[in-house]
């Protein structure tokens, strides 16, 4: 009987070791790696709005700004200052993967300095102008654009080499345009990319579909075409696609979260878990859905995966475009 009772006495103390080592996240953040408004903030809300909805935090988490470099800043400050960080989930696009694949976060920083945990949705490129422009379709501004290309202005999120270059560039090269002429502004995001499209400081934005919901619904902008294989579904369903126009022009985004490169592997499977429940609930769906993107849900080691491949795919891209070496 005593052994017995040794033996439950043990298992008990090994159990309650177990739960306190259990991790669980004291101040969950969500760090969107530019100014308010745009891509990263959308995906961030995400996060916080869904897992809110589903009820999978004990606390509400907050969204941290940090810009600079279009993801370069935080994603420096993740492995240079808190790289084991547990509570910060840290927003990406395909736009992060592509500068990792030209290298333009940091010498010696890459794919494998990040741990990738899950993924908010996908969105899609989008040609948009603003709502008073002259043309009703892609065809009209292309014309227009081949008639002068050095007289267009375009501006977005990202300098040259960045997926909205990428965007501007393959609408270019679909029209018969050498991406070389057009005229092209870097802005730090797509908030101020937006602004500037208002302001009438550029002429053409583009942006992801997905982030210009708001704007769409106020009437600000109209959608020439998206950068998408075929029409969406829901809201979008109307807005034609690129492809069907006549222009050979996609571009697809992936949005998610990563964790700092030295974050516990009990931290790690914390946050995979909570986007494996996620990915099943209502709440989560229906913001995915209210934020304009398409479900595409992937977390943990699946993810982790996923991404080093497509960098790799896109580092052969920038060869071939001449961006890198």
Not at 116 to 125: E, R
Request: net charge negative; glycine share 12%.
């Amino acid at each position: 009987m005593k052994t017995l009772k040794k033996t439950l006495l043990a298992f008990s103390l090994i159990g309650m070791a177990s739960a306190a080592s259990a991790y669980e996240a004291d101040k969950p953040t969500c760090i969107a790696p530019a100014k308010p408004g745009g891509g990263f903030d959308l995906t961030c809300r995400v996060v916080s709005t869904g897992f809110e909805r589903a009820n999978l935090l004990d606390a509400p988490m907050a969204v941290k700004f940090m810009p600079g470099g279009v993801g370069a800043v935080a994603y420096n400050h993740i492995n240079k200052v808190n790289p084991d960080d547990g509570d910060s989930l840290v927003a990406f696009s395909s736009g992060s993967l592509l500068n990792l694949a030209q290298g333009k976060f940091g010498k010696g920083l890459d794919e494998n300095d990040a741990r990738w945990v899950g993924t908010a949705g996908v969105d899609y490129g989008a040609i948009m102008v603003k709502s008073d422009a002259p043309w009703q379709t892609l065809e009209e501004l292309v014309t227009d654009i081949q008639k002068d290309p050095s007289s267009f202005v375009l501006g977005a999120g990202g300098g040259v080499g960045s997926q909205d270059w990428m965007k501007a560039a393959l609408l270019m090269k679909a029209s018969g345009v050498d991406p070389k002429k057009m005229r092209y502004v870097a802005y730090e995001g797509g908030g101020e990319a937006i602004a500037a499209l208002m302001g009438n400081h550029i002429k053409v934005y583009p942006g992801d579909i997905g982030e210009m919901k708001g704007q769409l619904d106020a009437g600000k902008v109209r959608v020439l075409a998206v950068m998408a294989p075929e029409r969406l579904e829901g809201e979008f369903a109307d807005i034609p696609t690129a492809h069907e126009q006549g222009y050979n022009a996609e571009w697809t985004i992936v949005r998610g979260y990563y964790l700092g490169p030295k974050v516990s592997d009990e931290a790690y499977e914390y946050w995979s878990n909570k986007f494996a429940e996620a990915y099943k609930t209502e709440g989560f769906k229906q913001t995915v859905a209210e934020k304009g993107l398409m479900p595409f849900y992937m977390h943990g080691a699946s993810l982790d995966e996923y991404v080093k491949g497509r960098v790799q795919d896109m580092r052969e891209l920038a060869k071939t475009a001449g961006l890198i070496q």
